[in-house]
C-alpha cells in the first residue's frame, strides 16, 4: 500500500515566519502534489513536481514555493507566512508514465494556523 | 479548460436509505474522472475511477459511479448508505490532455442519520 507522510498534523506559527511543510511517499512515485484545501472550496492546487528538481506552478503559487531535492521528498515552504495562509494542507504523489490517468494518493494532512 | 461542478454542499440522508452525489464536468475529448472520500482529520482516499470502457464503475464501501458523457456527469450512488459513510466526497477530472494535474469539485459533505 502507498504511504505519504507528512511530518505534522498540526502547525502553528506566526507571522513573517519561514514554514516548511515535509512530505515523503515510499512508493517510488515520479510525481507530487501540493493542495491546500479550503472550506467551500475544495482543494487547489499550489505546486506539482515530475521529478527531482522538477516543478510546475499550480494555481495559487503565489507566496509558496517547494523543493524536490530527493524523489521521495517534497518539501512547501511558506516564504513569509501570513495570516490568509491559514488552511489544511494536503500532499499527494502518482505514478507517472503512459496515459496520465493515475490517481493521487493522498497524506493526512497538516493543519497550519498563522497567528 | 476543465471545471468541476458539485452542486450540493451538503446531503443529509437517513442510515440504510438510497443517496446520489452529483458531478458535472465541462466537456472535453477526453476525460479519467474520480471521486475521492475524505473521513474527518484526514486524507483523501480513491474511491472509484472512470478511464474508458464501461460507463458503470464499480468502487469500494459498495459505491458506484456512471460516466454519462452526452450530459457531461458522473454521480456517484450508493443503494444503502450507513453511518459510516458521513464523510465528505470530491470528484476530480484531469485538468486537460497530457498534463498529470487534476480539478477537483468543491465537495459535497455527506450526512448519515441514525
Known amino acids: 500500500d502507498v504511504k505519504v507522510t507528512q511530518s505534522s498534523r498540526y502547525l502553528v506559527k506566526r507571522t513573517g515566519e519561514k514554514v516548511f511543510l515535509e512530505c515523503v511517499q515510499d512508493m517510488d512515485h515520479e510525481n507530487m502534489f501540493w493542495y491546500r484545501q479550503d472550506p467551500g472550496l475544495g482543494l487547489r492546487l499550489i505546486y506539482f513536481s515530475y521529478d527531482v528538481k522538477m516543478k510546475e506552478k499550480g494555481d495559487i503559487p503565489e507566496g509558496y514555493s517547494v523543493s524536490r531535492e530527493k524523489k521521495e521528498r517534497f518539501s512547501l515552504i511558506l516564504e513569509s507566512a501570513s495570516t490568509n495562509q491559514t488552511s489544511m494542507y494536503l500532499c499527494a504523489s502518482s505514478l507517472a508514465g503512459g496515459p496520465s490517468n493515475q490517481p493521487q494518493h493522498f497524506g493526512d494532512g497538516t493543519r497550519l494556523s498563522i497567528l | 479548460a476543465q471545471s468541476v461542478t458539485q452542486l450540493d454542499s451538503q446531503v443529509p440522508v437517513f442510515e440504510e436509505a438510497p443517496v446520489e452525489l452529483r458531478c458535472n464536468y465541462s466537456?472535453?475529448?477526453?476525460?479519467?474522472l474520480f471521486w475521492y472520500v475524505q473521513y474527518p482529520n484526514q486524507g483523501l482516499q480513491l474511491l472509484l475511477k472512470y478511464l474508458s470502457g464501461s460507463t458503470l464503475v464499480k468502487g469500494i464501501n459498495g459505491f458506484e459511479a456512471e460516466f454519462n458523457k452526452s450530459q457531461t456527469s458522473f454521480h456517484l450512488r450508493k443503494p444503502s448508505v450507513h453511518i459510516s459513510d458521513t464523510a465528505e466526497y470530491f470528484c476530480?477530472?484531469?485538468?486537460?490532455?497530457?498534463?498529470?494535474?487534476?480539478?477537483f469539485g468543491t465537495g459535497t459533505r455527506l450526512k448519515v442519520l441514525a
Open positions: 466537456s472535453s475529448v477526453s476525460v479519467y
Open positions: 476530480a477530472v484531469r485538468k486537460g490532455p497530457g498534463t498529470y494535474k487534476y480539478i
